[in-house]
């Protein structure tokens, strides 16, 4: 003869005391709760994030020439694929003078792709451009530009990643400066 097989009973709970029980000892009980009753003439207070002061509505007061560009490493491929100069087309763009900015993380991550893109690499170590240095762990370019976006909103980004340009629509202020159709 077999093990005779249980069905299983879905939903149950053990079976507890109730707090206010009397079987329970005094200072296991729970104690009744006081309503503390609310002032109706005190002020309310509600966490609300700090809104940047540069804007103006949606229009950053920040931004004017000369415009800080922050260049992302997929921008530079790009502008060598499509053959442009990049300061001069950001000028052409803009109708002002640029000063393009690569972040530490950038460069790395320039470097870190190797011999193919040594054109790329010599762009980005062109004197026009300045080097911002990098205080965080890690050299993923994206959050180290989205982070210093969203510190300083005097930068307009320069990119064609389709998830930065969608992270970064996400803040308020900053614009975006991509390439399509060679221009």
Known sequence: MGKQKKTRKYATMKRMLSLR???????DRLKPKKKEKKDPSALKEREVPQHPSCLFFQYNTQLGPPYH???????????????????QSMMDCLYAKCIPCITDCVMAEI????????????????P??????????GTYAD?????????????????????????????????????????
């Open 69 to 87: 560009i922050l260049v992302d490493t997929n921008f530079i491929n790009f502008s060598i694929k499509a053959k442009l100069d990049l300061v």
């Open 111 to 126: 470097e870190k792709l190797g011999q193919k893109y040594r054109v790329a690499l010599r762009i980005a170590k062109d």
């Open 128 to 137: 026009r451009f300045d080097r911002l240095p990098c205080t965080h762990k």
């Open 143 to 183: 959050d180290c530009l989205v982070q210093r976006v969203t510190q300083h909103k005097c930068y307009i980004v320069a990119t064609v990643d389709r998830d930065l340009k969608r992270r970064i629509r996400k803040i308020p202020g900053v614009p975006i400066m991509y390439i399509s159709n060679h221009r």
């Open 21 to 27: 029980d009397e079987r329970l000892k005094e200072k």
